[in-house]
């Protein structure tokens, strides 16, 4: 699944000491990129550790929580990954691209020799770096999925034939080498004990992709949304497109929003951290808005897909947010739900 080729940097490039260097970037976003920029140029939390890895940068934004940060390597937007240090394991929520030795910076951060590792979703910019894992945990939803990304040509796309990147460059002899792992799936709302009952539930949050989670740390209220909460939502190839809705993610979002006082802080895979809760109703009210009426959209945008065909997208304006991307044929779960 290639990415969209992004556009040159030309406006205001983030100073970075990464090995990796941005070749092509997402178009300058209002919200996005100035906190990005004054984030990692400017923060006394940055954390950066070449000698462990170069392609990584660490922010400690709870007492035992950190935020990871890496380049995207196929032009789309920079991911963040996030690190619990609990009291007897260390649990990291995605995992980027892969490349770098992403594993032993969790090790040296949390000083605990068992990193568990839990996938939001499987896209390329969350879950490449799997294969560092003996297991991954997912949404039982997105075992499918995860599945489909255990092949070791998944990097393939990201250089050419001379090893060189096409989007950022970076030394192909860095990503992690391929293995096979076990995927342990998690119903709804279970949880993973990190040691003393310290736990972290996964809060089903489907529509971007078919089992697309976020994780509640039960300890500390950080709500980790994955591309839900900081993007929109996209049809992958699951069997059955119908499970990749707005009204799938509107029934989910009323659940986490009836929650809203157990969450301290919104963590999206994409873009400014630590939102304020509210951001869950203006996310769940856009989704309502949808489901009510589908052709009252904010924008509509014409893409051009992987086949060359042109295909209509809308998106709904999330207050105080980004936007929630759509398209006309899957906002509901049946026929039967329309309304
Ligand atoms: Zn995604």
Same mark, same amino acid.
């Given at each position: 699944m290639p990415a969209k080729l992004g556009v040159p940097i030309k406006n205001r490039p983030i100073h970075s000491d990464l090995k990796s260097k941005k070749i092509y970037y997402e178009p300058e976003r209002p919200a996005r990129w100035p906190f990005m920029k004054f984030l990692r140029e400017h923060s006394n939390l940055k954390e950066f550790y070449p000698d462990i890895t170069p392609y990584h940068e660490a922010y400690k934004v709870r007492d035992n929580t950190w935020v990871i940060y890496t380049d995207s390597? !196929? #032009?789309a937007g920079d991911p963040w990954m996030y690190l619990i240090n609990g009291p007897k394991k260390a649990l990291l929520i995605d995992n980027g691209?892969?490349? #770098? !030795?992403l594993k032993g910076l969790c090790k040296y951060l949390t000083k605990k020799e068992e990193i568990l590792c839990a996938n939001t979703h499987f896209h390329y910019d969350h879950a490449?770096?799997?294969?560092?894992?003996d297991f991954v945990y997912c949404h039982e939803d997105e075992v499918y999925n995860i599945k489909s990304i255990q092949?070791?040509?998944?990097?393939?796309?990201?250089?050419?034939e001379n090893g060189k990147g096409i989007y950022t460059e970076f !030394?192909? $002899?860095?990503?992690v080498p391929f293995k096979m792992y076990d995927i342990v799936p998690l119903k709804s709302y279970e949880t993973i004990d990190l040691?003393? #009952?310290?736990l972290v539930e996964c809060i089903p949050l489907r529509g971007?992709?078919? #089992?697309q989670s976020g994780y509640l740390?039960? $300890?500390?209220?950080?709500?980790?949304?994955g591309d839900t909460g900081g993007a929109g939502r996209v049809v992958n190839?699951?069997?059955?497109?119908?499970?990749?809705t707005i009204e799938r993610l509107r029934d989910d979002f009323r659940v986490i929003v009836s929650r809203i !006082?157990?969450?301290?802080g919104v963590f999206p895979g994409?873009?400014?951290?630590?939102?304020?809760?509210i951001i869950l109703e203006y996310t769940l009210e856009a989704c309502e808005r949808i489901c009510e009426d589908?052709?009252?959209?904010?924008k509509k945008m014409v893409r051009v897909g992987p086949d060359g065909k042109e295909k209509i997208m809308f998106a709904k304006y999330i207050h105080q947010g980004t936007t929630m991307k759509y398209t006309l044929d899957t906002v509901y779960m049946n026929e039967d739900t329309k309304r």
């Open positions: 390597f !196929d #032009g691209f892969g490349v #770098g !030795d490449y770096g799997n294969t560092q894992f092949n070791p040509h998944i990097w393939d796309y990201l250089y050419d !030394d192909p $002899q860095d990503i040691g003393d #009952g310290y971007h992709s078919v #089992g740390d039960h $300890q500390t209220g950080c709500l980790f949304t190839g699951d069997p059955n497109p119908r499970n990749c !006082d157990e969450v301290s994409h873009g400014p951290l630590d939102q304020t809760p589908p052709s009252r959209y904010d």
